[in-house]
């Protein structure tokens, strides 16, 4: 099927490159946006890779400062990846701001303490679908993942809920930080830093 007709033009914005405050802040700035005009301002596509393949997958931001954190299973595919080679990156798409950010860092383990922190906050139908789901694995038929859920929802009605035995969190050390925004005729704005020695240092790119 040929879309190569699909097509939308982008407005145009106020320039991007006279931003003066680090990659963080400057995320930080355009993540406040991103809340008021984006459904899941914290959706992302999180690509890893293990032995010279690549994979991508939606995560869901949970936390950011310095560095940006999500959680999930070490039993998972990413989970594996991420075990492998802790070399990673997030993509956000920000449709309704024609706005994109790119960040490519390196992930290290949250500690336990903070993992369960997390885990426990979550609604508790969440923390047990999380026991219930062997991330990634066969199943034998969807029913069966309900019938695990049903199972562990009565069991632990009025108990607390078992803290998985795979379940981790990361957080992602930015080394690059890109912001993409759209602009008219395909000349879009984009700005690249870079950490060099501990410094962020800027650069502008050609669409």
């Known amino acids: 099927m040929d879309i190569g007709k699909t097509r939308k033009n982008y407005k145009s914005k106020n320039g991007i490159f006279n931003n003066k405050r680090s990659p963080l802040l400057f995320f930080k700035e355009w993540y406040k946006e991103a809340e008021k ?11 890893t890779s293990n032995k010279n393949k690549t994979s991508s997958r939606m995560m869901l931001l949970k936390d950011f400062s310095n560095t940006f954190t999500f959680y999930t299973n070490t039993s998972s ?3 594996r ?18 706005q994109q950010i790119r960040i490519e860092g390196t992930l290290s383990k949250l500690s336990t303490y903070k993992v369960k922190k997390y885990f426990y906050s979550r609604p508790k139908d969440s923390q047990i679908a999380a026991l219930s789901s062997n991330q990634s694995s066969q199943l034998e ?29 990361f957080e992602l050390k930015p080394q690059m930080i890109e912001f993409w925004q759209g ?21 502008i790119l050609a669409p």
């Open 141 to 169: 038929s969807y029913n069966h993942l309900i019938e695990e859920f049903d199972t562990n929802k009565k069991k632990y009605s009025k108990k607390r809920v078992p803290f998985p035995k795979d379940w981790v969190g």
């Open 183 to 203: 602009g008219p005729n395909r000349l879009h704005q984009r700005i690249e830093y870079k950490k060099i020695k501990g410094i962020w240092e800027a650069k």
């Open 77 to 79: 595919k990413k989970g």
């Open 37 to 47: 005009k984006v459904s899941e301002p914290n959706a992302f596509a999180l690509s």
């Open 81 to 98: 990846d991420i075990l492998s080679n802790k070399a990673a990156s997030m993509l956000f798409w920000w449709k309704e701001l024609e």
